[in-house]
């Protein structure tokens, strides 16, 4: 590179990668492939409209590489293109939310959404995320005993409170998802069932983790979290009657987006395919054997594992442990000083507040990508008990 200041901060950031042990599960290292389609030269070109039908000129191979990634997402998720639309615009996994809800509920409606200290996201219409002050959350949460979903409750809550959407799928959550359930539950209530796999699409893609295809109206994915892409999302919308698919891409542009970035829409192409090989199955096998083998190893040195251990790639650790620990946030600073790297995160029923909670996140799917293995997690554990148990 010629700007030597730039490049001196990507070489640095480049060889803090390579130093940490990264457990942030949002996180993952993407091929030389995926990084050579964010930087080139697709970045140059304006591209509103679809595939066909722009409103710039000099669209012809854009649009080939915009319909080739969504014929791959369909592809990937076994989606019959007659019964599945993908729209593959949206920026990042915020504004595909954004966009969906935007879509197909009125403003002032209801969207019924985990609450962030359970393990859901900001855009699920918490009420300090624009989603929350457009529409209005119908908050749930988990199980304060077993720290898992009721599902019996929540059926309950949407029928009372008649909402006009449900969002399942979450940020913070260790265990499946009963998507069968939520389905019985958005029928019950009349209800939209959009699921948020942002963080499992890649598992899911594996065969790792249940696909809520079958049964969900809408779903919408991050591409950079376990699926290991660039920082994109993809919206698919279920063909029907209602139109939902036709809603969607009107809500992305003129609704919501100018320009999207095909460079981005490239780099999802290759991701995507790269998701098909036996070998990135073997991948989303290895992220949750990794996962649970740290979640007991943990165990094994008196921690306390959310939910008893996971079914995916994350895990909550309870670091506060009734005030006999630490905060999330100490835990966080002390682990990174020693070269791990993890976030505080909310448990159920956090007796701290969220700016210092009593708990962290931990993930397997950056250090799975580096190879790491069974023996390394044993070795991981025990460096982070050695830490926390020194402060
Ligand atoms: C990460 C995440 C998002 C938001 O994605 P960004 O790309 O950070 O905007 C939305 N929903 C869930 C469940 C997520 O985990």
């Known amino acids: 590179m010629r700007d030597k200041e730039v490049e001196k901060l990507i070489k640095a950031e480049e060889k803090r990668q390579k130093s ?15 990084l050579r389609a964010l930087g080139s030269v697709l970045n140059n070109k304006y591209s509103e409209g679809y595939p066909g039908a722009r ?20 592809k990937l998720f076994k989606l019959n293109p007659a019964e599945w639309h993908a729209n593959v615009q949206p920026l990042s996994g915020s504004p595909a939310n954004l966009a969906v809800y935007s879509a197909l509920v009125p403003i ?35 199980d304060p005993k077993t720290e898992t979903l009721d599902y019996e409750a929540l059926k309950k809550l949407a029928i009372a409170e008649k909402t006009n959407i449900i969002v399942a799928g979450y940020t913070a959550y260790p265990r ?50 376990t699926l290991r892409g660039p920082r994109s999302a993809i919206i698919f919308a279920k ?41 990135f199955k073997k991948y989303a096998k290895q992220i949750i054997k990794n996962a649970k083998i740290l979640a007991g190893e943990l165990k094994k040195r008196g921690w306390r594992i959310i939910s008893g251990g996971t079914d995916s790639h994350l895990l909550l650790v309870d670091t506060w442990m009734n005030g006999k620990g630490l905060s999330g946030k100490d835990a966080e600073r002390a682990l990174e000083k020693g070269g791990i790297i993890v976030n505080k995160n909310t448990i159920p029923g956090d007796p701290r507040g969220p700016l210092d909670p009593s708990g962290i996140r931990l993930g397997t799917p ?8 069974e023996k390394d997690m044993a070795k991981i554990a025990e460096k982070i008990d050695r830490i926390l148990h020194k402060k």
Not at 254 to 267: C, F
Not at 366 to 373: P, R, V
Request: overall charge neutral; proline content about 5%; glycine content about 10%.
């Open 108 to 142: 002032g409606g209801k969207i019924m959404g985990l609450l962030l200290s359970s393990g859901g996201h900001l855009t699920h219409g918490q009420k300090m995320s624009m989603t929350g002050k457009i529409w209005q959350q119908v908050p749930y949460e988990v």
């Open 55 to 74: 409103y710039y000129g000099g669209n012809i191979i854009i649009d080939k590489v915009e319909e080739l990634c969504k014929k791959r997402a369909l």
């Open 176 to 225: 499946f998802v009963d998507w069968k359930k939520f389905r019985e539950i958005a029928d019950a209530a009349g209800a939209i069932l959009m699921v948020d796999m942002s963080h499992m699409a890649g598992l899911v893609a594996g065969g790792v983790y249940p696909s809520p295809f079958p049964y969900a109206d809408v779903v919408t994915t991050t591409t950079h979290k």
């Open 366 to 373: 950056a250090i799975t990508t580096q190879g790491m293995k």
């Open 20 to 34: 940490v042990i990264n457990l942030i599960p949002s996180e993952n290292y993407v091929s030389d492939d995926v």
């Open 239 to 279: 063909k029907d009657e209602r139109s939902f698919d036709k809603k969607i891409d009107k809500a992305i542009i003129p609704g919501l987006q100018g320009g999207p970035h095909e460079n981005a829409i490239a780099g999802v192409a290759v991701c995507l395919k790269e998701a098909m090989s036996p070998s």
